[in-house]
């Protein structure tokens, strides 16, 4: 199914490295998430950004990118090119992009990698925020600290391999969890 498909059906995601364009703005960037929301006919016609109900989409789609990059901490970043940007405003920008388009499934590859620890707490914070607003989310992620207060259930892999399926607990306990994550 072509992504233009998911996306349509509420289901977005991220990257465990950011795929965003380096050359726009964060702003800009999260506007790509909004432009599915623009029947494609009008999309393809060229005079589209000129004409008033084009400005007028193109107003309310960039006030949406703003609100959503200070909802989630980015709003200081708006006017700089993503390629200078820190590390950690790029993983926002990237999370703003996927939820201004008012998701209800997200997929998270490893949203926490190579933030800081204060970063990480932020992230943490957001995506429990978006938790409790009925978003679903599937994470892909290593950092069980940050992962296990998010999750209702956990699923763990190896080598392809389902080992348990379990809450929190239940994987922080399970022998073989540990034996293959802890070496114990």
Not at 45 to 55: E, K, N, Y
Not at 98 to 108: N, Q, R, S, T, W
Not at 151 to 157: A, I, S, Y
Request: charged share 20%; glycine share 6%.
């Amino acid at each position: 199914m072509p992504a233009s498909s998911r996306s349509r059906l509420g289901l977005r995601r991220t990257f465990q490295a950011a795929q965003l364009v380096k050359e726009l703005t964060p702003t800009q960037n999260v506007m790509v998430g909004l432009f599915d929301r623009v029947p494609r006919i009008v999309r393809r016609a060229p005079l589209w950004p000129m004409l008033a109900s084009g400005r007028r989409d193109l107003a309310a789609m960039q006030r949406r990118a703003s609100e959503a990059l200070s909802l989630v901490g980015a709003g200081d970043w708006t006017a700089r090119q993503v390629a200078d940007v820190p590390h950690g405003i790029e993983q926002l920008t990237q999370l703003a992009s996927v939820c201004v388009a008012g998701p209800d499934i997200i997929v998270l590859d490893e949203p926490a990698t190579g933030l800081s620890a204060e970063e990480v707490r932020h992230l943490a914070a957001i995506l429990a925020s978006l938790k409790t607003q009925g978003v679903t989310m599937i994470i892909i992620e290593h950092q069980t600290r940050f992962l296990f207060p998010l999750c209702d259930r956990v699923t763990v892999l190896n080598a392809g391999e389902v080992i348990l399926t379990g809450s929190a607990d239940e994987v922080r306990a399970d022998p073989v969890v540990r034996q293959v994550y802890l070496g114990e």
